[in-house]
């Protein structure tokens, strides 16, 4: 929802969207006979992979690339691996995806069993890192982090979607067993939850700190919550991790619940999605399953130079393919026709100061996109703030030369990356 200031002194206030108070339950999504899993390792032509072309898998089992890799993807059905290939995402990232022809027999493995009676974080993270909801295990593993503070998302971070609002109504007490699951594997002393400031029934916990946000876009964003409700500012470049307080969607929360209770992994991932005209579907598709076949179930058509978003309309990245899958971070797929994708340009900057009044970084928006434009990225640090950027895209979103500011900016995120990890390794 947009809502625009009647004499137009200030911006467009941008409102993020409300679950309904009577929501339905989300459409089943039929596992499909071939599913997409990616994995977040590149492949290797010059290695000798430990998962060939041919092997049958069961459901539950941990595929590993190599047999040194400590990333894994879990297969959630038995059959038989038909395609092992290599997958290219933003900014070049290049991860490997199986694509897996299920069979009938619906045999599984599950050593998770074994340890579900005594939760514990290697156990988590041993088997736990695919679950819908992607619960971050690897942040409280890490020996060079010391978290103190874990915030739950029950709010949606960007426009349109429901998601998260959804889980936060529906699933209260799987969230409070999923909460006092990770605090007993953990011992981080502060847990907060994010809920809207006007739902009326809202969530509680024992020694949970319930943190409402606004229905104002970007404050469901995790630095934003950072600054208004826990008084934290991490310093330009530096992760919310960095400053020991760690974000995970509830749905990640729910899904490990279901998994100690059960004593099973889950592949159950809910998700928005929306149609080209902005009605929004509420599905439950397993992990894995491609995007054209939830488009084929209610009928959304996709054309030639139409748009896959994955993500919501101000933060959200292109997909490449109708074949990309669910993945467990995926909370909202959108369809942008052709003829309603945004028209942005190279002209160049006309000095409005519209980027800079709607940041709420404080990003001299402006100028820095000066520099990102002639590739000085370690001087749009230096001097403009770049690592200072929530990556909200409200500077996109009101730019009157519509010059794609926050693709700039992230372009020159990972750009800046790239030359200091050049730097260290020389």
Partial sequence: MIKRSFIKLTGPRLLCDRVEPDPKKPETIPIPPRLVLL???PLDSTRETLIKKGDTVKRGERLFLYKESTEYAVSPVSGTITSIASYTGDFGTIATYFIVERDEKDTAVNGFSEFADTPSLKTADDFLRSLPGAPPLSHFTDPDRKINTLVIEGTDSDLMSTTRQYLLKTAKDEISQGIHILRQMTGIPKIAITVPEDAGDGFSAEGVQVLKISQVYPKALPHMVMKDHLEIIPDP????EDCGVTFVSVEGIISLARAFAKKELVYDKTLTVIAK???RHLVQAVIGTPLHR????FNLQTNEKDRIIIGGPMTGHA???LYHPVTPDMDTVQIQD?????YVSDYPCINCGKCVRVCPANVPVNLLVRYLEA???EEAADSFDLTSCIECGLCSYVCTARIPLFQYIRLGKHQLIELETEATNE
């Fill in 319 to 321: 997909a490449y393919t």
């Fill in 237 to 240: 470049g530096a992760t919310c």
């Fill in 338 to 342: 052709r003829e309603q994708i945004p």
């Fill in 375 to 377: 590739d000085l990225y």
């Fill in 294 to 297: 939830i488009f084929k179930q």
């Fill in 277 to 279: 005209d902005g009605t």
């Fill in 39 to 41: 994995l977040h390792e």
